[in-house]
C-alpha cells in the first residue's frame, strides 16, 4: 500500500514540474548569448580587480616586514 502512495506522490509531483516547466518564459538565443556575454566580462573584471588588490596587499607586506 505504501508503495501505492509512494507512486502517486511521484506522479502528482511529476505533473507539478511539468505544470510549472509550461510556466517559464526562457529566453531568446540573443538574449542568452548577451547575459553569457555579460556575467563573462564582470567575472573577469573581478578577477582583475582581486589579482590587482591582492598584488597591492603583497607589496604592502613587503614593505613592513623589510
Same mark, same amino acid.
Given at each position: 500500500?505504501? /508503495?501505492? /502512495?509512494?507512486? %502517486? $506522490?511521484? %506522479?502528482?509531483? =511529476?505533473? &507539478?514540474?511539468?505544470? /510549472?516547466?509550461?510556466?517559464?518564459?526562457?529566453?531568446? $538565443?540573443?538574449?542568452?548569448?548577451? #547575459?553569457?556575454?555579460?556575467?563573462? %566580462? @564582470?567575472?573577469?573584471?573581478?578577477? *582583475? =580587480?582581486? #589579482?590587482? +588588490?591582492?598584488? %597591492? *596587499? &603583497?607589496? +604592502?607586506? $613587503?614593505?613592513? @616586514? $623589510?
Amino acid at each position: 500500500m505504501a /508503495e501505492v /502512495e509512494k507512486k %502517486g $506522490k511521484t %506522479g502528482n509531483f =511529476l505533473k &507539478g514540474v511539468k505544470a /510549472e516547466m509550461r510556466k517559464v518564459i526562457w529566453p531568446s $538565443k540573443k538574449d542568452l548569448v548577451n #547575459y553569457t556575454l555579460v556575467v563573462i %566580462g @564582470i567575472s573577469v573584471a573581478v578577477a *582583475i =580587480l582581486v #589579482y590587482l +588588490i591582492d598584488l %597591492g *596587499i &603583497g607589496a +604592502i607586506f $613587503k614593505q613592513i @616586514i $623589510k
